[in-house]
């Protein structure tokens, strides 16, 4: 298809297709959280508003934000942890939709601390001075398992964190490389298939319905094509709703971009999409940073980071 760059924004805005569709790159991470834009694609909830829509994966948020500036994508999804550091560090980038929340149910969220069936540790107050895995250092894994800790009346200073990627947590936990695992879903419901036993719904304990991550774009583009920013929000705004009232479409569209098998998906703990960002969660979530050490030594201004 033939394709001309649009626009004078130095290639930080999408591409018009022949059709005059603006092509729009988002730059994602292939896990259960993204599931409703690519349910809003199947919809046509971006084609309706002229938008073609792509995804392509990235390794997590740390590399997506790069390439969210660079205008390799348009737009991005990340945890609100990163976003933060982002703007501790003066990175020019805005969200502009929610992304993806906390059950807020304790014991029932898509992400938890785990341990395997025979563990001694049986609280997260027993996390103490223990060994405990992440999928990244110094982000929102550590922050709210830490918080967890504290909630339980633990010490979580000398907890020595582990990073490893989310698929191999089980294996990890179950070789007894770590003493738990702070895991989210599939990989959570494959250390409980595993015998693994709950110990914390960290992300529960952080922030009542916490707003774990959020769909984003350059400062750049946000300033010179407002009309595509509010047509992509509208979209996956959509999206969003469409995909918490129809659970079941959702674990058949993951067969779409994951590799999570029939019986899994059928039986995994889906997250919250709510179309709001919850404000106040993402002030605790930057006190909480903040007082962990994330932010190496500064505050973030979550105001600059909001829409």
């Known amino acids: 298809m033939a394709a001309t760059a649009c626009g004078s924004s130095g290639g930080s805005s999408g591409e018009t297709g022949s059709d005059g569709a603006d092509q729009v790159k988002v730059?994602?991470?292939?896990i259960v959280d993204v599931a409703p834009i690519y349910l809003g694609k199947d919809k046509g909830f971006f084609a309706n508003r002229n938008i073609e829509v792509s995804m392509e994966a990235g390794q997590g948020g740390a590399a997506i934000v790069p390439g969210v500036v660079s205008g390799q994508f348009q737009f991005g999804f990340s945890n609100m942890t990163s976003l933060l550091i982002a703007q501790t560090k003066n990175v020019p980038i805005k969200t502009v939709s929610a992304g993806v929340a906390s059950t807020g149910e304790q014991g029932k969220d898509f992400g938890a601390?785990?341990?395997?069936?025979?563990?001694?540790?049986?609280?997260?107050?027993?996390?103490?001075g223990k060994k405990v895995s992440v999928n990244t250092l110094k982000n929102i894994g550590d922050t709210t398992v830490r918080e967890s800790v504290r909630k339980a009346g633990g010490d979580p200073k000398n907890i020595t964190f582990v990073e490893i990627p989310f698929a191999n947590m089980p294996a990890a936990l179950q070789e007894g490389q770590v003493d738990a695992s702070w895991v989210v879903e599939p990989a959570l419901s494959a250390v409980k298939a595993a015998g693994g036993r709950l110990v914390a719904s960290?992300?529960?304990?952080?922030?009542?319905?916490?707003?774990?991550?959020?769909?984003?774009?350059?400062?750049?583009?946000?300033?010179?094509?407002?009309d595509l920013v509010k047509r992509f929000t509208e979209a996956i705004n959509e999206s969003l709703t469409y995909a918490d009232a129809h659970p079941d479409e959702v674990r058949a569209v993951l067969g779409s971009y994951t590799k999570i098998d029939e019986k899994t998906r059928g039986e995994l703990i889906l997250p919250k999409w709510p179309v709001e960002i919850n404000q106040a969660s993402v002030e605790t979530l930057a006190e909480l940073g903040r007082q962990d050490g994330i932010f190496e030594g500064a505050t973030p201004d979550v105001a600059k980071v909001l829409p």
């Open 27 to 30: 730059g994602v991470i292939p």
């Open 113 to 128: 601390v785990m341990v395997k069936a025979d563990s001694p540790i049986k609280t997260a107050a027993d996390l103490a």
């Open 202 to 226: 960290n992300y529960v304990d952080a922030a009542p319905d916490l707003t774990v991550a959020a769909y984003f774009t350059s400062a750049k583009l946000a300033g010179e094509d407002a």
